[in-house]
């Protein structure tokens, strides 16, 4: 049980890590969360900061659900738990700490970046196909939220197809995670939902005074 204690607050505070709020800070000295969507992401940072730093932040936040999840046996090895419930544990931590950070008044990001770096160390086979959906939606589009939307919603989906076709074999813990996380995503980007259906909602591209 203390094992499981352990990777439960690693994976929280290693995904509470807010790296676009640092960058924001540092390389500006503006508060994302008071800037464009107020979202503690990669696309806000991209829209305020550049590319180059957008991509440190995206890189940060894989990492920060990657890390916790791949290393969460090493982490609690004397635990009696299977390596993948404490994987998975991990996981859905590090994507709860990146949208509630405790460091920044439990606001955050909606999640895409650091369940991908989850999902990179649970089922990378899975991630690909997620990723593909996500590309294919953004580049007609170029509106990162109905692009992270369709990937999240196809993630449960392909987890399940690709199990179910015998090219993955998943537990089916993966298939509840990815359920979970799918829905805590989805319900994140309810403003920019309610953008969208106003028509409102931008599409990609550097902030302009």
């Given at each position: 049980m203390v094992g ?137 589009t170029r509106i ?13 989906v392909v987890v ?50």
């Open positions: 499981l204690v352990i990777v439960i607050l690693v994976g929280y505070f290693a995904g509470a890590i807010p790296f676009s709020y640092i960058a924001g800070k540092v390389c500006a000295g503006i508060d994302l969360r008071e800037q464009g969507s107020g979202n503690l992401g990669a696309s806000n940072t991209f829209r305020y900061l550049g590319p180059w730093i957008a991509m440190l932040v995206l890189a940060g936040d894989v990492a920060k659900g990657f890390v916790p999840a791949y290393f969460a046996p090493d982490l609690a090895a004397t635990s009696e738990l299977p390596g993948h419930w404490l994987m998975l544990a991990a996981g859905f931590f590090a994507v709860i700490g990146h949208m509630f950070s405790v460091f920044v008044g439990f606001r955050g990001g909606k999640g895409i970046a650091t369940t991908a770096g989850a999902f990179l160390a649970l089922a990378p086979l899975a991630l690909l196909w997620a990723f593909a959906v996500w590309a294919l939606v953004l580049l007609p990162v939220s109905v692009a992270s939307i369709s990937a999240a919603g196809a993630l449960p399940f197809v690709l199990d179910l076709l015998g090219y993955a074999s998943y537990h089916w813990s993966l298939l509840a995670l990815s359920v979970a996380i799918a829905v805590a995503v989805i319900v994140k980007h309810r403003s920019n939902i309610q953008r969208l259906m106003a028509g409102q909602e931008p599409a990609l591209g550097r902030h302009k005074e």
